[in-house]
Each structure stands twice: as structure tokens, then as C-alpha cells.
């Protein structure tokens, strides 16, 4: 039962349905309900989701997870917390953009992680809860921990999805899959192939060209040489600006200048977190957020300004930037700072943008990454609705294909077979395994053999039920 039909209640019911799941959308607002209605092959209800009355008559009695989605935070929070006093075994799910609800949330959790761990339920009556910002700012900290040259997944200490674009000339340009080894002493996986054709699991044949982008799965002290592999160009980043000194763009600024968290991130900028501060540039036009950000980021160059005033940017030489970020809630204004800012000089680029169907005009317009907002927060709901087994979901290729991360359960018909006696060419990839008791992901050969509860990363066509399946058990 999902409340609210605004975009991502619209985007998360319609994943949720294609994956043959029973599911009922409610919203109060007459014409919001006729869009959906139209677009879903669902019940859509016109109702006060807040009324447990109404939601019993809906059938929340039957239903296994409730997703709040509406406008108002307290309205998702207050329902949750209603549905649990009578329901307690119901899974909970609410979206809250006040910040402060989200910290001081999480924050009383862990302190009071052992009251919490017992019989109590969580706090609000909210299993889990999702904050838009968050998920968005962690997106756009690893692809600039790579230096902006493509969008991340990171599995575990120790392995990451790269997406990248074959640069015409590299050493991969013109070659198959099948000879990729002979190109490097370090093992790596080519998950997924996009070009002019679309999106493909690829196969031994299957031939790289100049323009593809490709999903490339290795060990995470390898990626720096994979990059330079496909051609990609990995400068030291010395100036950076970003534009947003809102939620988001703190976050990110947190991470640049604070925490350098891995060491190819500190390689990258090759100076000091002071130096760092004192070449980052943050532009906004509001004056409050720019009044904090200076009191929190106190060597850094904060501008109150309109980024799209060509004079500030003549002004303050932002076309001389090595990177670019806009992390605004304008979205289409992101798009378009970006690929004018790279007209001008600035090396890389990162937009925060709506959602996938985004992605690919903002990289034809020649953005390297681009982060879709709602999408981010759909997976991130999705991986909490697929059962215990699930620890993960990620969607990649402007949602062609999910990565699924699960753990095997002692009923899953795959348990004690070797990888090659349950291969499917073109429906899915057994892409790590990580065995019981151990910290790190393994690449698996074709004679590894499968054992309850091995926890595994497969990717698969969104939507494909059959897959999930076989390896976690969930029906």
C-alpha cells in the first residue's frame, strides 16, 4: 500500500507492478488520482491515506509493507506511527525531507540500539525511514571520489560498479570481450554494454567500440588503471565549484573537504583538506544558505549570487574549474549550468537531475555524470520491500537493469550447485559472492558452488521475478 501519488509514488508502484505484485496507491487529490489511474494497471484510491479507517477498508489488514509518500513529512511519519499501533508486524516505510527528523531519528536509534533491538518497535512505528537528500548526496560523493568520470555502485570494502564511456583510441576500442584479459594483470567484469541499440548483457563475442558505455565491475584498487584503460582522463582536481549551498550541496561539501574517505579520493586532490577548502567555490543565491555555509566551511570561497549571471562567472573564473557540481533542486537549470560550464573549460561535470529519463540528454549534452534524484530514492525503498533475503537493489542503465543484493537461504533450489550448472547467458550475471563469515566480495568462477547463506550480487533485467527467485527463495 503506497501513499501518495506524486512522481515517485507513480515510479515505485509502476516497479512494483511489473514485478506482478498486488499493489494499492491512495492520494486525496482528485486529478493526481485520474493521472495515476490512467498510467497503472493497480487500485487507485481518492482517500485520506492518514485515516486508519479507510485504510482498513482498503485492506491494510492483508497488505505486507505500507510506503508513505506524500507532500508532508509529519503526515508520512504521523501514519506510519498510527498503522503500527494496530499492525506492528507491517512493514514501514516513510519519506521525510526535513533533515532534522531524519538526524535526530537515526541518531536516538543508535543510542538507544539495544532498547531498540528488543521488543520495542522502532521509533514513530517507521522501519525504515528515507530522506531524498541523503541518498542523492551519497550518489554524487562517489562519482566525484572517481574523479567525475562516471556513476559508482560500491560493494562491500573492496569492489565497485564503474560506468564508463569508451574514449575512441583506447586500448579497448575495437576488442571483444573474449580477449579483454590479455589487456591487463588485474581481473575485471564487463556487466552491461549501452550503445545506439540500447542496453545488453553482454556475451564472450560481444566487440567494444568508441561511444559505448559500459558497466565494469573490479576490485577497488584497480578502477584508477580501468579507467585509464577505456580512455578516461584523471586529472587532479584543484578547483572546484559547486553550486547549491542547500541540503545536498552541504553534504557533499562535508565530504570533499572533511573526510577524504578513500585513498584514491586523497590522490586526486593532492592537497591538504585546508587547501581543498580554500579551492572550493560555493555558489548560491540565497542568503541564508550562503551565510551558513560560510560559518560551516570557513576556508572555503562562498558566492551569493545567481550562477546563471555570466558575470559572475567571468568574475570569479569558474570556467577555469577542474570540476563542476550542481547540486540544486532546480534540475533543469543543473543540466544546462553544466554543459554551459563545460563549453567554457571546466574539465568535469556533475548534475543532480529529475529522474532517469534524464540521464541520457544530460550526457548527450556532454555531462559525465549524471545523478537522477527520485530514482535513487525508488531503489533505495525497493531494496527494503524484497524481503530479509535482500539487502540491496541499484538500478543501473536508466533502469534496463537491477543489481540485487541477497543473501541464499538454505530453501533456495540453487544451494550446493556450481555457477556453470545454473548459468543463464543474457538473463542474468552472478557478479561477487561473498561466503559466510567472511568480510570481503569475491569475482566467482565457474566452478564455484553455491552454500546457504553465501551472499550474492546478481545483476538482471529490472522487473525479471524468476531470477530473484531461484536465489533468495522469495515467491
Do not use: W
Amino acid at each position: 500500500m503506497i501513499i501518495g501519488a506524486g512522481f515517485t509514488g507513480v515510479q515505485l508502484a509502476k516497479r512494483l507492478i511489473n514485478e506482478k505484485n498486488d499493489v494499492i496507491l491512495i492520494d486525496n487529490n482528485e486529478d493526481v488520482v485520474r493521472h495515476a489511474s490512467n498510467r497503472l494497471d493497480c487500485t487507485v484510491l481518492q482517500a485520506d491515506g492518514n485515516n486508519l479507517a479507510t485504510l482498513e477498508e482498503a485492506g491494510i489488514a492483508k497488505a505486507d509493507a505500507l510506503v508513505t509518500l506524500t507532500e508532508s513529512d509529519e503526515i508520512n511519519m504521523i501514519t506510519c506511527s498510527l498503522v503500527d499501533a494496530v499492525y506492528p508486524s507491517l512493514l514501514k516505510i516513510a519519506r521525510v525531507r526535513n533533515y532534522a527528523y531524519y538526524v535526530n531519528t537515526n541518531d536516538a536509534a543508535r543510542h538507544h540500539a539495544e532498547t531498540f533491538s528488543g521488543k520495542h518497535r522502532p521509533l514513530y512505528g517507521i522501519d525504515f525511514m528515507i530522506h531524498p537528500d541523503v541518498e542523492a548526496a551519497e550518489a554524487i560523493v562517489r562519482a566525484v571520489e572517481h574523479g567525475a568520470v562516471s556513476d559508482v555502485v560500491s560493494f562491500g570494502p573492496n569492489y565497485e560498479l564503474t560506468v564508463l564511456q569508451i574514449a575512441a583510441g583506447s586500448r579497448i576500442d575495437g576488442v571483444a570481450l573474449k580477449d579483454l584479459r590479455t589487456l591487463a594483470d588485474y581481473k575485471f567484469i564487463v556487466v552491461y554494454v549501452e550503445n545506439e541499440d540500447g542496453s545488453s548483457l553482454p556475451s564472450g563475442g560481444t566487440v567494444l567500440r568508441a561511444g559505448n558505455r559500459v558497466g565494469v565491475l573490479a576490485a577497488k584498487e584497480n578502477v584508477p588503471r580501468l579507467l585509464q584503460l577505456c580512455g578516461a582522463k584523471i586529472d587532479a582536481l584543484k578547483k572546484i565549484a559547486l553550486v547549491g549551498a542547500g541540503r545536498i550541496g552541504t553534504i557533499v561539501a562535508d565530504h570533499i573537504i572533511e573526510k577524504n574517505r578513500t585513498p584514491f579520493f586523497r590522490r586526486l586532490f593532492e592537497s591538504s583538506q585546508q587547501k581543498i577548502a580554500r579551492n572550493l567555490i560555493i555558489v548560491d543565491r540565497d542568503e541564508r544558505l550562503c551565510k551558513e555555509a560560510s560559518g560551516r566551511f570557513p576556508n572555503a570561497k562562498v558566492l551569493c549570487g545567481d550562477i546563471t549571471d555570466e558575470g559572475l562567472i567571468q568574475e570569479e573564473g569558474l570556467g577555469s574549474c577542474d570540476l563542476a557540481i550542481a547540486a540544486t533542486h532546480n534540475h533543469e537549470m543543473n543540466m544546462v549550468m553544466c554543459a554551459y560550464l563545460e563549453s567554457l573549460g571546466v574539465e568535469k561535470t556533475v548534475a543532480l537531475v529529475a529522474h532517469s529519463a534524464f540521464v541520457d540528454i544530460t550526457h548527450k549534452l556532454g555531462v559525465e555524470v549524471a545523478v537522477p534524484l527520485r530514482d535513487t530514492i525508488v531503489d533505495s525503498i525497493i531494496s527494503h520491500l524484497r524481503g530479509k533475503n535482500v539487502t540491496g537493489v541499484h538500478t543501473v542503465s536508466n533502469g534496463a537493469f537491477e543489481i540485487v543484493e541477497c543473501d541464499l537461504p538454505p530453501s533456495s533450489r540453487v544451494v550446493g550447485k556450481a555457477l556453470k550448472d545454473i548459468a543463464s547467458p543474457g538473463e542474468y550475471l552472478l557478479l561477487l559472492i561473498r561466503k559466510q563469515g567472511e568480510e570481503s566480495y569475491a569475482l566467482p568462477a565457474g566452478d564455484t558452488a553455491l552454500s546457504a547463506g553465501d551472499h550474492l550480487v546478481i545483476i538482471e533485467q529490472t522487473g525479471n521475478k524468476k531470477v530473484l527467485e531461484k536465489f533468495s527463495g522469495v515467491s
